[in-house]
């Protein structure tokens, strides 16, 4: 069965605590993946996109890795800022778009 | 640019009666997305129009759930009748380029729709 599953779903770091998140996903003919940050009462915001294994992106304190099996959001000495629900999504199967359920961040002072 | 506009931003309407949520995608993007948010089921890809043609409609849950893009700026969504399983966020989203949602989708603040 495809599946998206992120990991975990809800995370608490003190502000400068390092951390990372996980999406693992199991399709066949992945074509991409994404991952998104979202705010309370507001839309989806676009962060990367990754389309093969190996491949790293890189954006202020976030990091997105990709493996034949997972990708990563590596978060480096995390803001206040930075909590959001960080969403993952993939394309697989030509045309099947999917997202995963997404891992609340929450950032403390 | 004033981004992806949708309206309204809060409905709530009773079971039964027909709900239209509309959607100003950012101009000069040809394509439009709409998707729902439930805590249960996530984000979800409801349909997806490129020229104003809609090219998936699989997400799309029953034939309660219509969409129509009469042209390049608008777009609808329509409920009816509506049931409370249909209480949601809905999102539109806009992108320029290629039909399918890839990178760089634009997002609206989303329509919060609650059915009583």
């Known amino acids: 069965e495809d599946q998206v599953t992120q990991s975990p779903e809800a995370l608490r770091l003190q502000e400068g605590e390092s951390s990372s998140l996980n999406c693992s996903y199991t399709?066949?003919?992945?074509?991409?993946l994404f991952w998104y940050r979202q705010d309370p009462g507001k839309g989806p915001e676009f962060l990367f996109t990754?389309?093969?294994a190996g491949e790293e992106k890189e954006k202020e304190r976030l990091k997105a890795t990709l493996t034949k099996k997972e990708s990563f959001l590596h978060i480096t000495a995390p803001k206040p800022e930075d909590s959001a629900t960080y969403l993952c999504?993939?394309?697989?199967?030509?045309?099947?778009?999917?997202f995963g359920s997404g891992t609340k961040l929450n950032v403390k002072p | 640019d004033a981004g992806v506009i949708q309206s309204p931003r809060h409905e709530v309407t009773e079971m039964g009666q027909e709900v239209t949520l509309r959607c100003k995608p950012i101009?000069?993007?040809?394509?439009l997305f709409w998707y729902r948010q439930t805590m249960m089921r996530g984000l979800e890809l409801l349909i997806y129009?490129?020229?104003?043609?809609?090219?998936?409609d699989s997400g799309m849950p029953e034939d309660r759930f219509s969409a129509k893009m009469p042209n390049a700026s608008f777009s609808t969504l329509k409920i009816q009748p509506s049931e409370p399983r249909d209480s949601a966020v809905y999102f539109c989203?806009?992108?320029?380029?290629?039909?399918?949602?890839?990178?760089?989708?634009?997002f609206g603040p989303g329509t919060r729709l609650t059915v009583l």
């Open positions: 989203a806009s992108r320029q380029g290629g039909s399918f949602p890839t990178d760089t989708q634009y």
């Open positions: 399709v066949s003919g992945l074509r991409g």
């Open positions: 990754l389309y093969s």
């Open positions: 999504a993939v394309i697989y199967n030509f045309n099947k778009f999917y």
């Open positions: 101009s000069g993007h040809n394509s």
């Open positions: 129009f490129n020229n104003n043609v809609p090219i998936d």
